[in-house]
């Protein structure tokens, strides 16, 4: 690995292009990027070879640095993926270190995914083979050094806890001892790797030894709000209040008046302001007069939206998936039950709003900042200057939150990033920011959705299930559309509705395409942000009716989903489930939800306050993730997801009043409090299966767990999210 000055190389062929391409593996979904690096690699057959040189580093004084190709954005895939490495290495973990890496799809492709790009919880799923034999690899190449250093077997070397010892002999020694001739010794071609009941860092509990605390505790971590540099200008941009406005024209003569204020240029997005600091790009954009041209902006209020998608749903969209006769089903006789779900626009919201550093020196571009999608900011940035992508460098930082903002199909970021120093002279250090304002009234939200069921229960069971729902595709005409559209049907639209959980002969799902000039984009959780709601409830209404309680009920027809029964009844024996009912004014209730290849169950203890708002008390969780790497994580990101999802959907939303965004900041985008954080208890189901997600899958099941508490309480599930309504 190379090292620089204080490390050493364990491998001296660096990793082609060719070999990475070569290698992507059999799972690979290939972008239409307008680089070609996802079509070369889903063309790509066999597993990916690994070189430990592009990930493990190893310093003469022993400490271990990992190469993350994934961003850290809070949900912890440095300390995963570090972990995984450690394991095999057979490393101690106080030698850990982590650092990001460089933007180079050749080496650093998310081969589920087709490109640099952190999203769909898919860091420790990617790597977690490849971290292995790598840490494997990088073991073995230490161990023959020690064997010809001290003139014994290779089979009598052990190594634990960062040390190589030779029993017989008495001999032990440090990783940082062997590296240099290590990296003389060509890599090996296969290694063994551990039984998982040899591991003795995977799967066990490091609370506490996240390998990022430290520095994000005491200040010494990097995020892109903090970047400075000598000279730099920092930037902000006006852009159209109204979503598909365009500006007009401009006056800029007060704006030149404020101090501090160094020059503004009109680009793309809209109107950019540059000065010697934040207060100074502030008053200078608040002074800036701009006419714009809404000709083609989004006029209609959320209210006209909802009730215009509703009538469309009342008509058949297209089918994403069928089975059976779900129309002979309904008209067959029973108790044909009817449900409709709106869910409005939200933000991210992250607590770092986008942000990007960069100088362009007439040659090269080096961009700092939390990019979510690495090889997508490297082609936008390329575009705008006209340069090859080798000549764009990103330094990957961490971020403060993302949510899924961060990963932007269009990266919008990265070329208004781009677009700013272009404008001025060349080897101008530039820092774009977005204000909160800017970011709650920048779009990219989660699309508006609703859904329009109808269901049929005839002797005691679900005998009928039609489901038709309408939003907007971001998937139809992005770089990622062959990822997620086939026939014209967006997959990403109806995930966790076209195909249930639940064994339902007559079934259907259909979708209305709306369109407007909304920004829309992934939000925690994806698709299962409205689906996961929508079904889990309309499934407890109809278990309801058929007179059966809520978790045997699903039990029952979980026949061909045996991990999502598994999750659910180890959450049923967590929370000592017997029904839906509760003492003192509270009563339960529950969902399950698979998301990204995670199964999670949720069951939330609520009740009504005097002010007639829900107050949840407690959520009880299981989570099948398959082998669990970091459970603290996991569990912390279960406990973040349920915090995220409940705040979301008590109290946020973005509405749009005659196509304005409506709310401003924290004060009325309304988060959840501490204080009403719900007690939360998270069992992880053990699992042999590789690793999947964790990230999201934590917030698709709380809002439905919650919303069919209250109808077990006497009320109605919420129609229309968020349930506690201004």
Not at 17 to 26: F, I, N, Q, T, V
Not at 315 to 323: E, L, Y
Not at 630 to 657: F, K
Request: net charge positive; charged share 20%.
């Amino acid at each position: 690995m190379t090292m620089g000055a204080q490390h050493t190389t364990l491998s001296r062929r660096p990793l082609s292009r060719r070999d990475a391409l070569k290698g992507a593996g059999a799972l690979v979904i290939g972008l239409s990027l307008p680089f070609g690096a996802g079509k070369a690699l889903a063309q790509a057959k066999g597993p990916a070879p690994v070189d430990p040189n592009a990930f493990i580093r190893i310093g003469a004084d022993d400490v271990v640095t990992v190469i993350v190709k994934h961003t850290e954005m809070g949900q912890g895939p440095y300390t995963g993926l570090a972990t995984i490495a450690a394991e095999e290495l057979d490393a101690d973990w106080a030698q850990m270190r982590v650092q990001s890496a460089p933007a180079n799809v050749a080496i650093y492709a998310n081969t589920l995914l087709g490109a640099q790009l952190t999203g769909g919880s898919t860091a420790i799923a990617n790597s977690f083979d490849q971290l292995r034999r790598a840490g494997a690899m990088a073991r073995a190449m230490l161990v023959q050094a020690a064997a010809a250093e001290w003139k014994v077997p290779a089979a009598d070397i052990a190594v634990g806890k960062g040390v190589i010892s030779h029993k017989a002999s008495g001999r032990s020694a440090g990783f940082g001892k062997f590296a240099a001739a290590a990296a003389k010794l060509p890599a090996p071609k296969q290694v063994r790797l551990k039984d998982p009941s040899a591991f003795t860092l995977i799967g066990k509990d490091q609370s506490g030894r996240r390998v990022d605390s430290a520095d994000k505790s005491t200040g010494r971590a990097k995020f892109t709000i903090d970047m400075t540099a000598p000279d730099m200008l920092t930037v902000l941009v006006a852009r159209s209040p109204r979503f598909g406005g365009t500006v007009k024209s401009f006056d800029a003569a007060e704006t030149l008046k404020v101090k501090g204020v160094v020059a503004v240029r009109q680009i793309s997005s809209g109107v950019a302001v540059y000065a010697r600091g934040m207060w100074p790009a502030i008053k200078g954009r608040k002074a800036l007069k701009v006419a714009w041209d809404d000709s083609k902006a989004e006029r209609r209020g959320t209210d006209e939206m909802i009730a215009a998608y509703l009538e469309q749903t009342r008509k058949p969209g297209r089918v994403h998936h069928a089975s059976g006769d779900v129309d002979k089903a309904l008209a067959a006789g029973g108790e044909v039950i009817e449900a409709d779900y709106a869910f409005p626009y939200l933000a991210h919201a992250p607590m770092e709003p986008l942000d990007g550093f960069i100088v362009w020196d007439g040659t090269t571009a080096r961009a700092r900042f939390g990019s979510q999608g690495q090889t997508i900011d490297q082609g936008a940035i390329a575009r705008v200057f006209g340069i090859p992508m080798e000549k764009v460098e990103i330094e990957t930082l961490l971020a403060g939150g993302s949510f899924g903002r961060r990963a932007q199909a269009t990266a919008h970021l990265a070329a208004e990033l781009a677009e700013v120093a272009k404008a001025m002279p060349v080897g101008t250090p530039v820092k774009l920011v977005w204000t909160r304002e800017d970011d709650i009234h920048g779009g990219y939200y989660r699309p508006l959705f609703v859904h329009r069921f109808r269901g049929a229960v005839k002797d005691g069971r679900i005998t009928a299930w039609s489901n038709t729902m309408m939003g907007q595709s971001f998937m139809i005409g992005s770089p990622f559309e062959s990822f997620a559209v086939k026939d014209g049907i967006d997959s990403i639209m109806s995930e966790g509705a076209a195909e249930l959980l639940y064994d339902i002969a007559d079934f259907r799902c259909d979708v209305h395409v709306a369109q407007s000039p909304v920004p829309t984009l992934w939000w925690r959780s994806v698709g299962h942000t409205h689906t996961g709601y929508a079904v889990e409830c309309f499934v407890d209404q109809l278990l309801k009716a058929a007179g059966q309680d809520p978790v045997a009920g699903r039990l029952a027809m979980m026949g061909k989903a045996p991990r999502a029964a598994g999750a659910l009844k180890a959450v049923a024996e967590l929370a000592q489930w017997k029904g839906p009912q509760a003492a003192n004014g509270r009563a339960r209730g529950v969902a399950v939800v698979e998301s990204f290849n995670t199964f999670v169950a949720q069951i939330a203890e609520v009740s009504v306050g005097a002010d007639g708002e829900p107050r949840v008390h407690k959520v009880w969780a299981a989570v099948d993730c398959g082998i669990a790497v970091n459970p603290d994580i996991i569990r912390a990101q279960v406990e973040g997801g349920i915090g995220y999802a409940l705040g979301h959907a008590l109290y946020a939303e973005v509405p749009l009043v005659e196509g304005l965004p409506a709310v401003s900041n924290f004060n009325d985008y309304r988060s959840l409090r501490i204080n009403e954080m719900p007690e939360i208890e998270v069992v992880v189901v053990r699992s042999a299966e590789p690793p999947t997600g964790i990230g999201e899958p934590g917030v698709p099941p709380l809002a439905p767990a919650v919303a069919n508490a209250l109808a077990a309480l006497g009320g109605k599930r919420p129609a229309r999210l968020p349930m506690v309504r201004a």
